[in-house]
């Protein structure tokens, strides 16, 4: 076990948004070494069908566990929707995913009992946040919001379009007078700001993405896996799509986070390059 510290950790995602994810865990887990997986030959992963997207999924995993990852973090909604119970059971390392820490945390601080989730088509369709809260005394309200994902990767961030839409797409949130918003997609952090405008200062954001994180942080430390000595981390960032314009819409959303992106094929012999 004490060898398996010092491997990397595995993050996987459909494209970009996981980096938001990643982010929160190098905030939080400062000294570990992470290998990031972004699928962007084949995002986005929402308007996906479920099974497709556990397809997908699976294959991206695989790729980061033939790296010899120690732990696996699935960092986003659609495919934690799709493969969290396959993932639990195929493989040997810990793996932490999006919707259960951010479920946790937002039952934790909603007042009024009323939470909403936004999130991508796929995830809404998987009634996985519904699910997540079947346990609960909690009146839910999803919404899909696909435009989304549209803004944060073009770079938009603000301005009259985007307003528009938000309004749009949280007018049944205000309806159902949520008092805890869930940020049911990793890009949407990135539009934390347009979000908390048009819901107002009464609505409190729950980020997927740093729930996520500390929930990786609990795990890693239940397994006596994590590094405690301070340490100059390594990060590796794989895209299945081109890699220049991984590492540019990368800088774009996260200024210099992302570096030397390379270009990597997912198939049956998991190659590598």
Sequence with gaps: ???????????????????????????????????????????????????????????????????????????????????????????????????????????????????????????????SYDDAFAVADILLTTQACPRFVEFVEAGITGGDELLAVAEEYLAP????????????????????????????????LVSSAEACAQSTYSQLTQANLLRHQPREALRAFLTTGNADDFQGIGRRLLGGFVTNATKVTIDKENAHV
């Design 173 to 204: 949130i205000k309806k159902a007078q949520c008092d805890t918003l869930i940020l049911g997609c990793t890009h949407y952090p990135l539009l934390a700001g347009v979000i908390g405008y048009v819901l107002g200062n009464g609505v409190t």
């Design 1 to 127: 076990m004490n060898d398996a510290i010092d491997r990397p950790i595995g993050v996987f995602d459909s494209g970009f948004g996981g980096l938001t994810v990643l982010r929160s865990l190098v905030e939080q887990l400062p000294n570990e070494d992470f290998v990031y997986l972004g699928d962007t030959a084949r995002a986005p992963y929402g308007p996906r069908s479920i099974a497709q997207v556990r397809e997908f999924a699976l294959e991206g995993l695989d790729h980061l566990m033939e790296r010899d990852v120690k732990a696996l973090v699935i960092a986003c909604n659609s495919a934690s929707s799709a493969v969290l119970r396959d993932a639990r059971e195929r493989y040997d390392v810990p793996v932490t995913e999006v919707i259960l820490p951010a479920a946790s945390r937002a039952i934790a601080a909603t007042r009024n009992g009323r939470i909403g989730v936004v999130a991508t088509e796929s995830t809404i369709n998987s009634a």
